[in-house]
């Protein structure tokens, strides 16, 4: 017998378990909180600028230094937060940030993600997440109620609405190619159809299925949504030339402009012609709280797979999505993976295990954040909230259609509305395209509010979100004074 060494191992020092454990205490804990309750404070008292003036290469040089080797005390580093970070960050909280689609977020959810970050659960597998996971089933199964689907729909959260149509478009995949998991695609990859104005998410998916981008196929728009006559004349050409669909996908809430395709004209196309209706409703799926809007989603039940992200109009801290599907089938069956030293149940068990449905391993349990904010909001604060984003817009599509410097694009279905500055109308298009695009900069940077820009119709435009609820109408009227005052130094 050989002797063996028998090593101890050294203990962390004592500096690093004391660091460790002191900051694990209220006081630290409060020191962190108490700066994203300051910013919540400030902003609401339209306090300091909405965004940075500095360039990337100014903020670069703030942060110009070696990778530490010795920690620091929390002081300097809560310090350090409040004059380094705070200050240029987007201020979404701010009510003249009316920019991309995303939140100021719920205070409540907000705090809950710290508590999420200290449990730590991850949502892959039941084992290390029991209450994670049954919460997520819980919440999924009231959103799939929601939408309209019946027993035996299924879903999981995501990181957003890129993952769920991604995930959603694997399972229809999966049917249109049953082998594909096994063998790859083949020659004759199917078509996907989908919306002039989908989002980039629905496009990248085709290409990243493996189906070619050129196998992607945009049906044209009428008033901004995807048009029926056009859908069904391309799935009977389609079908003519023996040519496979795999999945239609209809937008709900368009990006550029918040339209909302008519789903049911869509849903009895796809039914006529047997094809997969995935809906994007990353944006407008929490009009499903509404009762005002709710009518927009008219047909939504009937899709086979939905992508809804909690993270846009329900106001949850990225991240947060969710794919649904009609029959939980489908997305059992999108990932016919095992991993046998995760997944163990046997046929016929409920499946709670949540990561044989998703692309991701290790997962964030962001289930807690959204379980917390319909405790503490409910669908019908929700659905106030969505109405007065809706509302405040539409208030704004009437400012402009009053003022002579501005012109509408469209009229408002949600919380999104694209217009231009058009000054005293002596310019040309082109001329136009210029100065919306310089004074979209030159107002930002200004630090007054913050707007995003976008193409329509080949021309540029400017573009808002409200999902801000101290933005009032007093805000509106400010952003177009401040966004005209920039235009006509241009
Ligand atoms: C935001 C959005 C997406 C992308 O979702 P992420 O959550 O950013 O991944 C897709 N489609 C629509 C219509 C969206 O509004």
Same mark, same amino acid.
Request: some cysteine; hydrophobic content about 40%; proline content about 4%.
């Given at each position: ?63 110009? @230094? ?5 920690? %620091? ?71 799939? %109620? ?152 008219? /047909? ?18 990225? %991240? ?65 909230? !969505?109405? !007065? ?40 298009? @082109? ?9 979209? @900069? ?10 995003? /820009? ?37």
């Amino acid at each position: 017998m050989t002797d063996i060494a028998h090593t101890i191992a050294p203990l962390p020092s004592p500096e690093i378990l004391s660091r460790i454990e002191a900051d694990a205490d209220a006081a630290v804990a409060r020191a962190f909180t108490g700066l994203a309750a300051d910013y919540f404070v400030q902003t609401r008292n339209r306090a300091g600028r909405v965004s940075t003036q500095h360039t990337p290469a100014g903020l670069a040089a703030r942060f110009d @230094e070696p990778l530490p080797r010795d920690g %620091q005390s929390i002081d300097t580093i809560v310090s350090r937060i409040r004059s380094d970070i705070l200050p240029d960050c987007n201020h979404l909280y701010h009510p003249r940030y009316v920019g991309h689609q995303i939140a100021g977020p719920l205070p409540a959810a907000v705090w809950m993600e710290s508590v999420t970050a200290a449990l730590n659960q991850s949502v892959a597998v039941f084992e290390m997440s029991p209450v994670g996971t049954v919460l997520e089933h819980r919440v999924i199964s009231w959103m799939c %109620q929601l939408a309209g689907f019946p027993d035996g729909s299924a879903g999981t959260l995501t990181t957003g609405g890129t993952e769920a149509t991604f995930t959603a478009l694997l399972a229809a995949r999966g049917v249109a190619i049953p082998d594909a998991w096994m063998n790859g695609i083949g020659s004759d990859p199917p078509v996907l159809l989908c919306g002039e104005h989908t989002h980039y998410a629905v496009t990248r998916a085709g290409a990243e299925l493996g189906l070619g981008m050129r196998n992607v196929l945009a049906i044209r728009s009428r008033d901004l949504k995807m048009d029926p006559v056009a859908l069904r004349e391309a799935l009977s050409e389609l079908g003519r030339a023996g040519r496979r669909v795999m999945a239609v996908v209809a937008t709900a809430g368009s990006t550029a402009t918040g339209s909302f395709d008519d789903l049911d004209a869509i849903a009895s196309i796809c039914d006529q012609y047997g094809v997969w209706l995935h809906i994007d409703a990353a944006h407008g799926g929490s009009a499903l709280f509404s009762e005002v809007h709710r009518e927009k989603l008219r /047909g939504i039940q009937r899709a086979r797979s939905i992508a809804w992200d909690p993270h846009k109009m329900m106001l949850l801290p990225s %991240q947060a999505g969710m794919i649904l599907v009609r029959d939980h089938h489908d997305l059992d069956s999108a990932f016919s993976q095992r991993a046998p030293y995760l997944f163990n149940q046997s046929e016929g068990e409920r499946v709670w295990d949540q990561g044989t449905r998703s692309f991701i391993c290790s997962r964030r349990a962001d289930v807690f954040k959204l379980w917390v904010a319909l405790q503490r909001y409910g669908t019908d604060g929700l659905a106030e909230l !969505y109405d !007065y984003f809706c509302a405040l817009t539409h208030q704004m599509w009437e400012a402009i259609a009053e003022r002579p410097d501005f012109e509408a694009m469209h009229e408002p279905e949600c919380n999104i509305l694209c217009f231009r500055y058009v000054g005293d109308r002596a310019r040309g298009d @082109e001329a136009l395209d210029m100065v919306n695009r310089e004074l979209r @900069e030159r107002y930002n940077l200004s630090g007054e509010g913050w707007i995003t /820009g976008t193409n329509l119709h080949g021309r540029r435009v400017l573009r808002v979100t409200m999902m801000n609820p101290r933005t009032t109408s007093a805000d509106v009227s400010d952003i177009l004074d401040g966004l005209a005052a920039v235009g006509r130094t241009l």
